[in-house]
């Protein structure tokens, strides 16, 4: 059986080798493609913290305040599928160092909400109406693209024709001729923030900018012998 297997094994690597030397040569590049959009979600982490003697009593100013957040965030339009609870905890809060004993003091309630804002126009009204709310935690705000399709597919095209010049510049270079594509690989993709415009609210000033999808492809060609 060991043996069968050994055998099997070689012959595997020898029609490995084989196949290699069939291939011919091979040029492999990647290529690179960005699209520049302008974003059409915002995505705001923020919610409630507060401290109190007791866990009851710390749970239930965050429970009034974060009803009263989520009534705001209803009232300026975001719909419940856009609302996601993200944390709910309550801690002791200890007081003491090393050369004292460690002791509760209290205890700290937190709730924190992820909200998609899909209307940009809004935003600022809508951080305004929650800090009046009770809001006293903010996690950061990031600017999304609620489809980025058809920026991906826009990029995968710039990207692969990105490769095929530089392809086609090796080979030119090196004095041989392009062959057909033997494989192609998408990289992945990512839109990141990149050159924030004075898009300005009417209430809290917000800077949406613009996200730049980019895309990433390798590919492999055959080369003339």
Known sequence: MKMSILIGVIWAMMASVAAAQTQGPVLSVSGEGQVAVAPDMAVISLGVVHVDKTAGAAMTKVSDDARALLDVLTAQGIEARDVQTSQLS????????????????????????????????????????????????????????????????????????????????????????????????????APRPEMFAAARSADVPVAAGELVVSVRVAMTFALAP
């Open 90 to 189: 309550i801690n002791p809060v200890w007081e003491g160092n090393g050369s004292s004993p460690r002791t509760i003091t209290g205890f700290e309630a937190r709730n924190t909400v992820t909200v998609r804002v899909r209307a940009l126009d809004g935003l600022g009204a809508v951080l305004d109406q929650v800090l009046d709310a009770g809001t006293n935690t903010f996690g950061g705000l990031r600017f999304e693209l609620q489809d980025p399709s058809a920026a991906q597919a826009e990029a995968r095209k710039a990207a692969v024709k990105d490769a095929m010049d530089k392809a086609a510049q090796l080979s030119a270079a090196a004095g041989t001729q392009l062959g057909d594509v033997l494989s192609i690989s998408d990289g992945g993709n």
